[in-house]
């Protein structure tokens, strides 16, 4: 028998820095950032389970897709999301980030399948320095700087444990590979993609707006 995937999409937050409402629920080009998630998830993956904001459970979804409430941080949604499903295989992916290029999600999966652990990553652009006091401090070598994505693949116990020992020990993360990497488990990095930005600030908002209308006509979505 072929190893189950789950798709675990965290849509629970408030988007405070985006100051607009629940960010998962804004639609662009009128489709909502949750509803893009999903679709761009939805050819790789057995069952789907989504965290909603806990006043939002009767916002409609395809029938394929389970609805659960979300949790306070990000972490903890995740955790429910993970104990909503029993597949060998997740893939998380932040509602925040619409535009999931296909070839990228696949790359995560399986490098998750063969690793045990795997997220998108993508290699640094810019110069990058630290910051002290408003004046440019340091340079950083950029060559081996990553800025974390998702998509993030697990084995669901081994993401599970993470969560486990991370509520015992009161580690925090932003994501899950921080969480594994924290039990001292490899995390394999696949490449990520530009189009994969996460819808943050105002700025983001702006740019996802304009590109969305691309997206839409290579993906042949409207
Ligand atoms: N998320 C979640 N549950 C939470 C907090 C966040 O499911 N308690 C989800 C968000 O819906 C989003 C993803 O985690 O898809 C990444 O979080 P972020 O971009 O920080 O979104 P928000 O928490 O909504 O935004 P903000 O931090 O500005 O309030
Ligand atoms: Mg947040």
Redesign the pocket.
Known sequence: MSARVAALI?????????GMGA??LLELNGITLLERAIRCLAPLCDEMVV?LPSDQLGFELPEVVRKIA?????Q??VKRLLEATNADFVLVH???RPFLPLEVAHKVLSAAKEFGSSTAALPAADTLVLEKDGNWDLLIDRSNVRAVQTPQGFNRILLLEAHLQAVQENWEATDDAGLVARLGKPVALVNGDPRLF?V?KPGDWALAQAFARVWDAENRWV
């Open positions: 965290p849509a629970a937050g408030s988007g405070e820095r985006l960010k998962a965290a979300g949790g306070t941080t990000r903890e949604t932040d509602a925040a996460k943050t």
